[in-house]
Structures are given as structure tokens and as C-alpha cells.
T-cell receptor
């Protein structure tokens, strides 16, 4: 596609429920990233996928968070047993290759609200 | 530790005046540096980047940034601010580990407010 697409754009869920957030990167981009932006905060790195390599999961805040990328394209970020502190905007980005030299393109994000 | 600092939470400037949004970084090796802008309830939009070459980089919407290696800075500038420039600005640096991984580390953001 022309840009990075994320769905849903907004998600309200009850505490304790599981949620899945989807990211569809730019076609041909081999690298995909998830970030979290909490209210009034900067962007927190969560996870990075590059081709068929093992993902860099160093930013995942707890074992309730997981992500996968199927077929080197679409990625899903799953949060299990959601907590109120998980409320944030989850941003996905992709880049052409691992170097990032061509830049990074961000989606519009999924605003997650845990009530 | 590799990091990016934006020392000002907010910058206020009058329309028509020049603006500067500050960014300093700490990273091993040669940095890839980026500026992004975020409008309310929107994702991040790319403004400009420095990879190599000229230290003065020109980007979208009349913005430019100067890479200063000795001061480890990458300040964002615009000669004449517009009210429509009011937004949240993020500086970021690419962190790479032997090619096996790379990610952007972001500053905490600077809110630019341009008064008419």
C-alpha cells in the first residue's frame, strides 16, 4: 500500500481482556517496528522485526505483550489481560531495510483505552 | 547509554519569527538523525533526516536542521514560523547493533506553539 495502515484506529476494552492490534506495512519494506506513546510521553520502543531474523523484543514491557509478523508482512501486537496502564497510542512503522537510511514511515496509530 | 535529549518541553514563538527546536544525542558510531512532527490525534510525519553529507539538511514545510558533530546536536530550524507549524516535534536517532537490529530512539518531544 501507499502507507502504513493500522487497525483499529480506536479500541476500548475492559480490564483483563485480550486485544490484538494490526499493522500492515508498506509493501516491500522488510523492517517493521512497534512503539507505544503514552499520554504526554515520548515514544517507547516495543519490538522490531527484520526479514526472517529473530525479532528484537527488548522493549516489550511484560510477558503480557507479544507480537508476530506473518509472511514478512502484516504484524499483530497482542496484549493479554489488559491493564489500565496499557492505555496508550500504539504506533507501527516500517522501513525499506535494516539500515533505516531511507527513513521510517509511521502509521496513524491505534488508540487503546482500557477501562 | 544511547539517548536523545530535547531539553525544552515547549517552545513559544511569534508568527514570522525564526524558530529553533533543540536536540542533542549520544550514540556510538555515526548517527542517523531524524525529525518527525505530530499533529493532534495523528501519527508521526517525517520532516527530514541526516545520514551523511552536508551538515545542513533541508526538509518538508521549509524546515531545516544542522548536524553538529562536535556538539552532538541536530537542532531543527525554520526562518519564519507559521501558526500552522504548531505541533509536537520529535527528534530521533537510529541505534544499530552490528547490523543485527536497529531501532529509533526518540526524544521526549517539544511542543511548538506559534502565536499569531
Amino acid at each position: 500500500g501507499a502507507g502504513v495502515s493500522q487497525s483499529p484506529s480506536n479500541k476500548v476494552t475492559e480490564k483483563g481482556k485480550d486485544v490484538e492490534l494490526r499493522c500492515d506495512p508498506i509493501s516491500g519494506h522488510t523492517a517493521l517496528y512497534w512503539y507505544r506513546q503514552s499520554l504526554g510521553q515520548g515514544l517507547e520502543f516495543l519490538i522490531y522485526f527484520q526479514g526472517n531474523s529473530a525479532p528484537d523484543k527488548s522493549g516489550l514491557p511484560s510477558d503480557r505483550f507479544s507480537a508476530e509478523r506473518t509472511g514478512g508482512s502484516v504484524s499483530t501486537l497482542t496484549i493479554q489481560r489488559t491493564q489500565q496502564e496499557d492505555s496508550a497510542v500504539y504506533l507501527c512503522a516500517s522501513s525499506l531495510d535494516a539500515s533505516g537510511g531511507r527513513g521510517y514511515t509511521f502509521g496513524s496509530g491505534t488508540r487503546l483505552t482500557v477501562v | 547509554a544511547q539517548s536523545v535529549a530535547q531539553p525544552e518541553d515547549q517552545v513559544n514563538v511569534a508568527e514570522g519569527n525564526p524558530l529553533t527546536v533543540k536536540c542533542t544525542y549520544s550514540v556510538s558510531g555515526n548517527p542517523y538523525l531524524f525529525w518527525y512532527v505530530q499533529y493532534p490525534n495523528r501519527g508521526l510525519q517525517f520532516l527530514l533526516k541526516y545520514i551523511t553529507g552536508d551538515n545542513l539538511v533541508k526538509g518538508s514545510y521549509g524546515f531545516e536542521a544542522e548536524f553538529n558533530k562536535s556538539q552532538t546536536s541536530f537542532h531543527l530550524k525554520k526562518p519564519s514560523a507559521l501558526v500552522s507549524d504548531s505541533a509536537l516535534y520529535f527528534c530521533a536517532v537510529r541505534v544499530a547493533y552490528g547490523g543485527a537490529t536497529n531501532k529509533l530512539i526518540f526524544g521526549t518531544g517539544t511542543l511548538l506553539a506559534v502565536q499569531p
